[in-house]
């Protein structure tokens, strides 16, 4: 690498310059705002064709569809970077109500399409998906075809998709608020620092445990201060998720996720039968990193913690350079990607107060551009968590000339391309240790992902499961919430931890999403399914990086057992494929008790 020193803030100037004040993107949206306008009345005007021959009405429809598609995404990111930069941007604030405005009514015309499409007769939709203009198109019109038929009336749609503006979305704006607004006073060398909860959550991987412990405790009074106000945010945002579905006569609170995420309810379920039957060897890891800790149970704040005082801290350029070095071992296309995402400023990781907490990573359609959200504090966990983003952003990049109903893929296949870019990183990391003491530690580092995929993530999937169950009853206090949570963490840990986290569905932000329901499987998926890859690709070597593109390439037009069937010749719903994914984490366990004898 040339280059020695990278700047760690982001440039959006060059997608919109100016910022929430950005003379460009009012443009933009202008430009959007017409556009739509000009989709809604083709919509209007569409006909359901008849015959196969009046396919060029169809064509005309998914080309302005493919503008607007892109714009909407486009302007959705920017205001995304806009708000998690600083969360006391209030102009970011009016530009994401005028974009969800313009959401709603491009989700209306979307609804509308689709239930046209869903009114051509079978013999002749088979026959307009064989055209040369349609046929690379027919996942994902006949996924549209067949969720309009499990819809309600386009009026009704259209009330719900208004509605949503200032019902469910709102809620979910205003959990961001609150939090944004949240600080704790935590004291480093003799000083009081006000750190926003993003910046004190990070010092639970803090190396004295006195310093994890304080700010635990002063996240959990923060949380509690704020419970009732994230009480409502919850209870709202599922409350209007599951009247839609009672009115749509959806009697399953995961056919959503399921359907959004393109597998079955026997993928999910046998992934999770096969992580439990493996979780004893987990349970030992927790129990030797607990004595290594000189305790008799670890308590939650203490899973994160490094099992050594001298805490390595990588600074950002090393970061960069390692994760660079490592993604060209397997192929030099992620290489040269990361590599530029680093010299263009595509990743804002500066360690200041007034950001969002968090990280992640978020697509430009039309610029052909990706921009990385993160902290950077200089831990192994950065690093980490810096590669994984980069993951998102490669398959993005692969996906920029794919046809853009081609590209939504969902998030469980997302996951599987940020956790394999993750795992090389990680892997490589453990392999470079220059002594059994630093090995030892970077292998407790890729120990924990594994705990936090099958346990923690684990536990987010049951408590969200049983809160749904009673909020169908109605509304659920905030002290049933924090009983559920408990619940949920101890029978996902098999009880193996001392001090739980009862707050966790205030403070985990995927809780309170409205894109997606159940923000809590699909890493857990990607996790093991990216091992699956991984695995391929030590096999295969260098020689593996074009397969793998091809792969990416699909994840948005096929369901992921066709993907899996297709790429790698394994049937998802059967548990060989999970189990000899999970053999592979517990061969990292049993290596780390053997070291840690």
């Given at each position: 690498?040339?280059?020695?020193?990278?700047?760690?803030?982001?440039?959006?100037?060059?997608?919109?310059?100016?910022?929430?004040?950005?003379?460009?993107?009012?443009?933009?949206?202008?430009?959007?705002?017409?556009?739509?306008?000009?989709?809604?009345?083709?919509?209007?005007?569409?006909?359901?064709?008849?015959?196969a021959q009046e396919v060029e009405p169809l064509v005309d429809v998914i080309?302005?569809?493919?503008?607007?598609?892109?714009?909407?995404?486009?302007?959705?990111?920017?205001?995304?970077?806009?708000?998690?930069?600083?969360?006391?941007?209030?102009?970011?604030?009016?530009?994401?109500?005028?974009?969800?405005q313009l959401g709603a009514r491009f989700s209306t015309s979307m609804t509308?399409?689709?239930?046209?499409?869903?009114?051509?007769?079978?013999?002749?939709?088979?026959?307009?998906?064989?055209?040369?203009?349609?046929?690379?198109?027919?996942?994902?019109?006949?996924?549209?075809?067949?969720?309009?038929?499990?819809?309600?009336?386009?009026?009704?749609?259209?009330?719900?998709?208004?509605?949503?503006?200032?019902?469910?979305?709102?809620?979910?704006?205003?959990?961001?608020?609150?939090v944004g607004k949240m600080s704790v006073e935590v004291e480093e060398n003799?000083?009081?620092?006000?750190?926003?909860?993003?910046?004190?959550?990070?010092?639970?991987?803090?190396?004295?445990?006195?310093?994890?412990?304080?700010?635990?405790?002063?996240?959990?009074?923060?949380?509690?201060?704020?419970?009732?106000?994230?009480?409502?945010?919850?209870?709202?945002?599922?409350?209007?998720?599951?009247?839609?579905?009672?009115?749509?006569?959806?009697?399953?609170?995961?056919?959503?996720?399921?359907?959004?995420?393109?597998?079955?309810?026997?993928?999910?379920?046998?992934?999770?039968?096969?992580?439990?039957?493996?979780?004893?060897?987990?349970?030992?890891?927790?129990?030797?990193?607990?004595?290594?800790?000189?305790?008799?149970?670890?308590?939650?704040?203490?899973?994160?913690?490094?099992?050594?005082?001298?805490?390595?801290?990588?600074?950002?350029?090393?970061?960069?350079?390692?994760?660079?070095?490592?993604?060209?071992?397997?192929?030099?296309?992620?290489?040269?990607?990361?590599?530029?995402?680093?010299?263009?400023?595509?990743?804002?990781?500066?360690?200041?107060?007034?950001?969002?907490?968090?990280?992640?990573?978020?697509?430009?359609?039309?610029?052909?551009?990706?921009?990385?959200?993160?902290?950077?504090?200089?831990?192994?966990?950065?690093?980490?968590?810096?590669?994984?983003?980069?993951?998102?952003?490669?398959?993005?990049?692969?996906?920029?000339?794919?046809?853009?109903?081609?590209?939504?893929?969902?998030?469980?296949?997302?996951?599987?391309?940020?956790?394999?870019?993750?795992?090389?990183?990680?892997?490589?990391?453990?392999?470079?240790?220059?002594?059994?003491?630093?090995?030892?530690?970077?292998?407790?580092?890729?120990?924990?992902?594994?705990?936090?995929?099958?346990?923690?993530?684990?536990?987010?999937?049951?408590?969200?499961?049983?809160?749904?169950?009673?909020?169908?009853?109605?509304?659920?206090?905030?002290?049933?919430?924090?009983?559920?949570?408990?619940?949920?963490?101890?029978?996902?840990?098999?009880?193996?931890?001392?001090?739980?986290?009862?707050?966790?569905?205030?403070?985990?932000?995927?809780?309170?999403?409205?894109?997606?329901?159940?923000?809590?499987?699909?890493?857990?998926?990607?996790?093991?399914?990216?091992?699956?890859?991984?695995?391929?690709?030590?096999?295969?070597?260098?020689?593996?990086?074009?397969?793998?593109?091809?792969?990416?390439?699909?994840?948005?037009?096929?369901?992921?057992?066709?993907?899996?069937?297709?790429?790698?010749?394994?049937?998802?719903?059967?548990?060989?494929?999970?189990?000899?994914?999970?053999?592979?984490?517990?061969?990292?366990?049993?290596?780390?008790?053997?070291?840690?004898?």
């Amino acid at each position: 690498m040339t280059k020695t020193s990278y700047d760690l803030t982001w440039d959006l100037d060059i997608i919109f310059e100016g910022g929430s004040d950005s003379e460009a993107f009012k443009q933009y949206l202008h430009t959007l705002n017409e556009n739509l306008n000009e989709l809604s009345s083709k919509v209007d005007n569409f006909r359901s064709p008849k015959t196969a021959q009046e396919v060029e009405p169809l064509v005309d429809v998914i080309k302005h569809l493919e503008t607007v598609t892109k714009q909407m995404r486009e302007s959705g990111a920017f205001i995304s970077c806009l708000s998690a930069q600083n969360v006391d941007d209030k102009k970011a604030g009016l530009l994401r109500a005028q974009v969800s405005q313009l959401g709603a009514r491009f989700s209306t015309s979307m609804t509308q399409m689709d239930q046209k499409l869903a009114e051509v007769q079978e013999d002749v939709w088979e026959e307009l998906l064989t055209s040369s203009q349609l046929n690379s198109l027919e996942y994902v019109l006949n996924e549209k075809r067949k969720r309009a038929n499990e819809n309600l009336p386009l009026e009704q749609e259209a009330i719900i998709n208004d509605l949503s503006i200032d019902g469910y979305h709102a809620w979910g704006q205003m959990y961001n608020t609150i939090v944004g607004k949240m600080s704790v006073e935590v004291e480093e060398n003799g000083e009081t620092h006000n750190l926003s909860v993003g910046q004190a959550s990070n010092k639970l991987s803090a190396a004295d445990r006195n310093v994890r412990q304080t700010v635990f405790h002063k996240l959990q009074n923060a949380w509690t201060d704020q419970q009732d106000l994230f009480g409502e945010t919850i209870n709202h945002l599922s409350g209007f998720r599951l009247q839609t579905y009672k009115h749509r006569g959806w009697d399953h609170v995961l056919k959503e996720p399921l359907d959004i995420n393109r597998m079955s309810e026997k993928t999910l379920d046998t992934m999770w039968s096969s992580i439990t039957k493996y979780k004893g060897t987990f349970v030992k890891y927790l129990e030797r990193k607990a004595h290594l800790l000189g305790l008799e149970k670890l308590n939650w704040y203490d899973v994160g913690a490094p099992i050594t005082n001298d805490e390595k801290t990588v600074t950002y350029d090393e970061g960069a350079k390692f994760i660079v070095d490592q993604f060209n071992q397997f192929g030099p296309k992620m290489a040269s990607f990361a590599e530029m995402a680093f010299e263009k400023r595509w990743i804002e990781a500066e360690d200041r107060s007034g950001k969002r907490p968090g990280g992640f990573c978020t697509s430009f359609p039309d610029s052909k551009q990706t921009r990385i959200f993160m902290t950077y504090s200089g831990t192994a966990s950065n690093v980490a968590t810096l590669a994984h983003e980069l993951g998102h952003a490669f398959h993005q990049h692969v996906m920029d000339d794919v046809h853009p109903l081609n590209q939504r893929y969902a998030m469980n296949v997302a996951e599987t391309a940020s956790t394999f870019a993750e795992m090389i990183v990680a892997d490589a990391a453990v392999k470079n240790a220059e002594t059994d003491q630093e090995r030892l530690s970077l292998l407790e580092d890729k120990v924990n992902r594994s705990v936090a995929f099958f346990m923690n993530i684990h536990a987010r999937f049951l408590f969200e499961t049983r809160f749904y169950d009673e909020r169908k009853e109605g509304l659920v206090s905030v002290e049933r919430l924090n009983t559920l949570m408990e619940e949920a963490q101890k029978e996902a840990f098999c009880d193996a931890l001392g001090e739980y986290d009862p707050h966790m569905w205030a403070s985990k932000l995927h809780f309170h999403i409205t894109g997606v329901p159940f923000y809590n499987f699909p890493y857990t998926f990607g996790y093991l399914f990216s091992l699956g890859i991984y695995a391929k690709a030590l096999e295969e070597g260098s020689d593996f990086e074009e397969k793998y593109i091809d792969l990416l390439k699909d994840t948005g037009s096929m369901r992921v057992e066709d993907l899996a069937k297709k790429h790698l010749n394994v049937d998802l719903e059967q548990p060989e494929f999970w189990e000899n994914a999970i053999k592979l984490c517990v061969a990292d366990v049993e290596e780390f008790l053997r070291l840690s004898e």
